[in-house]
């Protein structure tokens, strides 16, 4: 890997990327898509791990890449903005477009030229920005498929519907918000915003024309939530996974893998985090996934410290944004000054791990060789996190919230589960996976990867999407 190389993705504005007359004759047979994802920080170059920024991130920016390769549309991804990116320091407005695709970013400014976290964005603030949203889009952008994602994506949807009205709207809610509000209390959700939600949600619910489902329940909880069936409306849209960026290198365990990361490669990881080598060639597990504080990061935490009563050799890799989450950070760092394990748990800040560019290759590699994976999380819509580690052969431990270590690794074998918060049985799990001998660990690690490949390919879960839109009478594809 070269650092000095340029970030594959560059933003560059939009008047110079086509001239009028090129764009009209390029995109004249060309169907448009516009994806929403309008909390959060999204960028052509993702920082996981930003608050509101994580899986559905990387979910919006795969599946916008997927849709482009494979159907030669142009896509637009619009996102909230009129606010300092927290890193690059760039004012996010105005367009920007990955130099190799007709694909872009989009960020309007609303009435608050402020970072605002989801739970509390307001329905107002949507609203007021549609007309921003109008006037910044490409005149000839002329959407057949809207896609949006949560309940404030799926609001502007259906705003920007009444715009487009030959345009077909799936709404992804990833974690409706029943889902979101059973491990909370009453004050809680009064602090998440649930009310809000619960109003938006259920207006998009009955207005889009279809609804996308990460999981069987997202399906089980708009049925209790509101109140009836509404199968005839929803499609399994699932999160994929990036093979190129995920996928085993054990090559103990899979004949073809590549084998570990190279030397060359650790000295580059070690060299961009200004870390010692030795580190990345230390026996490790780790824990990646948004800032939030229903992760439980500080529970994996105390996993590991009693883990590591028992194993001299093991490290911890989890990533946290410690200045957005410093209730999190401090209980972490609490654990860690009491158990003295200062210097076997590494945390990683989300621009240490960037989804592309200089450094876009740690956070696989660490993943990729690990010796488990485990995520705490109490609320998951999916739990892209423990598919991406299962799609590297590593096998999963997820609590009973994660879909898809309750219904797709644990039952194929490819993992464990424990109930959220237990942080005993979880230790338990974790000793139990690290005393198998070879054998078992490698059948284990196959089962893992076999669980969700290629199932949860993208190509896969694009090409899938696609025919059941048309099954449900909307064939975008004719």
């Known amino acids: 890997m070269d650092f000095s190389q340029t970030p594959l993705k560059i933003r560059i504005d939009l008047e110079f990327a086509l001239d009028e007359t090129e764009r009209s004759t390029h995109v004249e047979n060309m169907k448009d898509v516009l994806l929403i994802t309008w909390h959060g920080i999204h960028e052509l170059d993702i920082f996981p791990g930003l608050p509101d920024t994580g899986g559905q991130n990387i979910y919006v920016q795969n599946m916008a890449e997927q849709i482009h390769d494979q159907y030669d549309a142009r896509v637009i991804i619009l996102n909230r903005g009129g606010f300092v990116h927290p890193y690059t320091k760039r004012m996010r407005d105005g367009m920007s477009k990955d130099p190799q695709r007709e694909l872009y970013v989009l960020h309007v400014a609303d009435d608050i030229k402020a970072f605002v976290r989801k739970e509390y964005l307001t329905g107002a603030l949507i609203r007021n920005a549609v007309p921003s949203v109008l006037n910044q889009l490409p005149g000839d952008f002329t959407p057949s498929l809207i896609v949006s994602h949560f309940w404030d994506g799926g609001y502007m949807g259906e705003l920007l519907g009444e715009t487009f009205k030959d345009a077909v709207h799936v709404w992804i809610p990833h974690e409706p918000v029943g889902m979101k509000k059973a491990p909370l209390t009453e004050e ?30 997202v399906r089980k909880d708009l049925e209790l939530a509101y109140g009836r069936n509404w199968d005839e409306k929803i499609i399994d849209v699932f999160p994929g996974v990036d093979t190129e960026r995920f996928h085993p290198v054990k090559k103990k365990c899979f004949s073809d893998a590549t084998g570990r990361i190279s030397g060359q490669e650790v000295r580059e990881h070690a060299e961009y985090l200004d870390l010692p080598e030795e580190l990345f060639k230390r026996p490790h597990m780790c824990e990646f996934g948004r800032s939030d504080v229903l992760k439980d990061k500080d529970k994996a935490v105390e996993v590991f410290a009693k883990v590591a009563k028992s194993t001299e ?15 999190v ?38 993943v990729k060789t690990a010796k488990l994976f485990l995520s705490m999380s109490v609320m998951e819509g999916f739990g892209m996190a423990a598919c991406e580690a299962a799609a590297c052969g590593i096998p999963v431990i997820g609590t009973d919230q994660i879909p898809v270590v309750t219904d797709v690794i644990e039952p194929a074998g490819g993992g464990k589960v424990i109930p959220a918060k237990d942080v005993d049985a979880a230790s338990k799990a974790v000793l139990e996976i690290l005393g198998l001998e070879e054998e078992a660990y490698c059948e284990m690690s196959r089962k893992a990867y076999e669980s969700v490949i290629p199932r949860y390919t993208w190509k896969e879960i694009i090409q899938n999407m696609f025919e059941q839109i048309a099954d449900k009478g909307f064939d975008l594809l004719a």
Do not use: W
């Open 329 to 366: 950070a401090k209980k972490i760092h609490e654990t860690i000054e009491r158990e003295g394990i200062a210097d076997r748990i590494h945390i990683f800040s989300p621009k240490d791990l960037p989804q592309s560019g200089p450094g876009a290759h740690i956070l696989p590699d660490i």
């Open 313 to 327: 050799d093991l490290n911890l890799f989890l990533n946290l944004d410690e200045n957005m989450e410093p209730g």
């Open 188 to 217: 809680e959700r009064e602090k998440h915003g649930i009310f809000i939600r619960e109003r938006y949600e259920k207006r998009v619910t009955h207005n889009a024309h279809l609804i996308g489902s990460t999981s069987k329940l």
